[in-house]
């Protein structure tokens, strides 16, 4: 026997570990799962009880192999898989894919939310067995969502297009987007008016200030629905003497915000860094996995990065109060440690929320160790933990309501307000970022008032304004309309945002959200025949379901009794009740063979042109999308391509004469110092092929304009 054999799942994670565990134990990688439901059959048998049948993937056959290998070598199996449902499935499927239970060796589970010496060394001196209840829950959303998307996506390949799928939770992320959408062109604006007066001490010019109209002198609310209205109100308000009615001054607190949990991550990194909820995740885990930090070897610098609890450890909030009261001073540190509601609405397991695993390596001290996006994630979340246990910052606001009365009794009420911070607080180092959709007060300077004082009136300004329809979802507010609804769970935020880009059901423009034509007839078919599917509350009710089988107090198999006999039924009779719809696009390009006009149809390798003339005429050529970009290489135009994996590139359509590819977008205006080819980078920038040129695309277009006029 060689020591003990401990099976993570990547090749970071095994190294963090491989440093912390030292001799006598070896640490193995599965690289994810080792066993899925197979690719090309349904794999669950419905007439027995939904019993699964897994299979060991072809590329995952070398793993298991690799694994055993160790196995018989080793004195026991440690799975130190990831702390959740996802993770503990891994674990299990890793002991039955490599038969451990034959072998007769102890085999243990252990659980960290932090790879750092101290966590990992109390999780292996505590193991404890396989958690059934939490792989039975991931089973049964892994089961559900396969005998949704291989039923309902052959049905959408024959009525729609070829290649569709339909996903049980996605679906429903592409209808909020929808749904948005049709508010949007539904949506009929309504005109107001605002009306603000400026005003002043008698002789003390330097003391002007703007006061709101918000209603008449009774507190009535006033409608101002168009210019004449404002008119008559403008002329009133210029005749008006105007004196301080009332004011009032208090001290507001503003507390700070909690620890991240994953969807809040993703949204405030969206926010700030404009990181999409995929790359959020990414980065994330590899700061959760570890780096290495010169002499420290490879740590991991922050908590499990898949959660929905608040909660942090008393260990960790002592850390992090002595390291405030060290930098900022004992004024910032509360009296008590903040402790925030432990989880939100829909949480599942007791996890911690994402935090530094020591709140005393600093960005800047570890900057040198990480790239860019590590080091900017990383700073995101730190400042978000420590700025959860400085003290509340303190603002004093004044509200004075002003009167403006006229001869005949007539007299309308005014507001101004302001805000001065007191003590900064928390917001010395953070304050966390709002959506464009959350409102914003306004505030303003004013001079020193007393009650009864008389103003001058120095101009009148009135404002037309429409209402605005709700905006479209970016990353941060559609995770925030999910996770609302509550649809999906934190493993599945970043995944699904992915999908429903990657089916082209929705895409971004903007970075808004917009449903493509296809997702819109693929919703208004699951609305009218599925309704269930792409409901919100049904869809939440089975995730609190899935819930309560990780908890141990629901059988999941009787979850798939209750959803799966109406779900086939509906199919059944959608198969005879749906139409078809054709989803061809017709083109200016003419068959060479008949002289027809051809369209554009979706095939198993996606787009192609096709002759209308068919079945007569059987003609198809590839489909290119034209960028109207000349090849650097030769006289060719640069076309859109997909290769085998389906990922886009572009090329010359001189092919195969001319070999030229980029994997970037092509821009039509060449490079400015060069005159080569300039491309759209990941980062949406201008940069040039040939040199160092880089911009971004604001700037160009300034400089594209400013040569047109000259």
Not at 256 to 278: G, M, N, V, Y
Not at 403 to 410: C, D, H, I, K, T
Request: aromatic fraction near 8%.
């Amino acid at each position: 026997m060689s020591g003990k054999l401990v099976i993570v799942e990547s090749p970071a994670k095994a190294r963090t570990l491989n440093r912390i565990l030292g001799r006598g134990y070896t640490v193995k990688a599965s690289l994810g799962h080792v066993r899925d439901l197979p690719p090309k059959s349904l794999g669950v048998d419905v007439d027995k009880d939904f019993a699964p049948k897994y299979v060991i993937p072809p590329k995952k056959r070398k793993v298991i192999s690799e694994i055993k290998q160790a196995a018989s070598n080793a004195s026991s199996i440690y799975l130190a898989t990831d702390p959740d449902r996802e993770g503990e499935a891994i674990s299990w499927h890793l002991f039955e894919a490599a038969k451990f239970g034959k072998d007769k060796l102890p085999v243990h589970r252990v659980v960290f939310h932090e790879i750092t010496t101290e966590a990992v060394q109390k999780a292996f001196r505590n193991p404890h067995t396989i958690n059934m209840n939490l792989v039975n829950a991931q089973q049964a959303r892994r089961i559900m969502d396969r005998l949704v998307g291989y039923k309902l996506s052959p049905l959408l390949w024959r009525k729609v297009q070829r290649g569709l799928s339909a996903g049980r939770v996605q679906s429903v992320a592409v209808r909020i987007v929808v749904d948005r959408e049709q508010e949007i062109q539904n949506f009929n604006p309504q005109e107001y008016w605002t009306i603000e007066v400026e005003l002043a001490l008698p002789k003390e010019r330097t003391s002007n200030f703007r006061a709101r109209l918000i209603a008449s002198a009774d507190g009535t609310r006033l409608d101002i629905s168009n210019k004449e209205v404002a008119d008559r109100i403008t002329a009133d308000l210029e005749q008006a003497d105007y004196a301080v009615k009332s004011i009032q001054t208090k001290q507001i607190t503003r507390q700070p915000a909690p620890p991240f949990i994953t969807s809040t991550l993703q949204q405030e990194a969206w926010r700030k860094l404009h990181f999409s909820a995929k790359r959020t995740m990414a980065v994330a885990q590899k700061l959760y996995e570890g780096l290495p930090l010169g002499d420290e070897g490879s740590v991991g610098l922050i908590t499990y990065m898949r959660t929905d609890s608040t909660h942090v450890a008393s260990s960790a909030l002592a850390e992090v109060r002595d390291f405030i009261g060290k930098q900022y001073g004992i004024e910032f540190v509360p009296a008590k440690p903040r402790r925030f509601s432990g989880k939100t609405k829909w949480a599942q397991e007791a996890h911690e929320a994402i935090r530094p695993t020591s709140i005393y390596r600093q960005p800047g001290r570890i900057k040198p160790f990480l790239n860019t996006d590590q080091l900017r994630l990383y700073e995101l979340i730190w400042k978000r933990m420590v700025s959860s246990q400085m003290s509340p910052a303190l603002y004093d606001t004044t509200n004075i309501e002003i009167l403006a009365s006229l001869e005949a009794q007539q007299a309308y009420l005014l507001k101004a307000s302001s805000s001065v911070v007191k003590f900064p607080g928390f917001m010395t180092i953070y304050s966390e970022s709002k959506d464009e959709d959350e409102p914003g007060e306004k505030f303003a300077a004013l001079p020193k008032l007393a009650v009864g004082n008389k103003l001058s009136h120095t101009g009148t300004f009135p404002e037309q304004h429409f209402t605005q329809p709700p905006l479209r979802y970016t990353e941060a507010t559609l995770i925030k309309a999910l996770e609302q609804k509550g649809i999906g769970r934190p493993s599945t935020y970043a995944p699904i945002l992915s999908i429903i880009q990657d089916r082209e059901y929705v895409y971004k423009s903007e970075g808004k959200f917009r449903p493509n034509e296809l997702g819109v007839i693929v919703n208004g078919i699951l609305k009218e025949h599925f309704a269930r599917i792409v409901d919100y509350d049904f869809t939440a009710r089975m995730e609190q379901q899935l819930d309560e089988v990780a908890r141990g107090k629901q059988e999941w198999v009787s979850i798939l009794r209750d959803f799966y006999p109406s779900f086939e039924d509906t199919l059944r009779k959608a198969t005879f009740n749906v139409e078809k719809v054709d989803m061809s696009k017709p083109t200016d390009e003419i068959c060479p063979n008949c002289g027809k006009p051809m369209v554009i149809k979706v095939g198993r390798f996606g787009k192609f042109l096709a002759c209308t003339g068919y079945p007569e005429c059987k003609t198809t050529m590839p489909y290119q999308v034209k960028t109207g970009v000349r090849c650097p290489q030769c006289v060719g135009e640069l076309v859109q391509k997909i290769n085998k994996k389906k990922q886009v590139f572009y090329g010359c359509n001189n092919y195969p004469d001319c070999h030229f590819t980029t994997s970037y977008k092509p821009l039509p205006q060449p490079c400015p110092e060069c005159g080569k080819l300039l491309v759209l980078d990941k980062k949406d920038r201008a940069k040039c092929t040939a040199c160092r040129y880089k911009v971004s695309l604001s700037e160009l277009e300034a400089q594209r304009h400013k040569e047109e006029i000259a």
